[in-house]
């Protein structure tokens, strides 16, 4: 069973940056095709970015475009660089993983595991 750890999180002031990282143990995440969601209190689990498996396509919600960066390090690790942070990017931030896919998508249902969050709050 796959299981996915995300780290990174804090309390940040705007215009500042985090580095979120997601860590599969046991696994290599190269053939999965991995998600970043963000949910804040009150609304739904939003796809902020994505990365498919093997070179695949990436994909950034409108909201973070020239902001976020996502990027896979080794075999196991995918990160999601944040550059400058706005108070509305404060949430619990999930990474999720869709088994043998080559594209990625901002939908929740195309992912088969999940973490289990890092928040991350943005002061103004």
């Known amino acids: 069973q796959l299981q996915l750890v995300e780290s990174g999180g804090g309390l940040v002031q705007s215009g500042g940056s985090l580095r979120l990282s997601c860590v599969a143990s046991?696994?290599?995440?190269?053939?999965?095709?991995i998600g970043w969601f963000r949910q804040a209190p009150g609304k739904e689990r939003e796809g902020v970015s994505c990365?498919?498996?093997?070179?695949?396509?990436t994909y950034y919600a409108d909201s973070v475009k020239g902001r976020f960066t996502i990027s896979r390090d080794n075999a196991n690790t995918v990160y999601l660089q944040m550059n400058s942070l706005k108070p509305e990017d404060t949430a619990i931030y999930f990474c999720?993983?869709?088994?043998?896919?080559?594209?990625?998508?901002?939908?929740?249902?195309?992912?088969?595991?999940w973490g289990q969050g890092t928040q991350v709050t943005v002061s103004s």
């Open positions: 990365i498919g498996s093997s070179g695949g396509n």
């Open positions: 999720a993983a869709a088994a043998q896919s080559y594209v990625c998508s901002r939908q929740v249902l195309w992912y088969d595991y």
């Open positions: 046991d696994f290599t995440l190269d053939y999965y095709a």
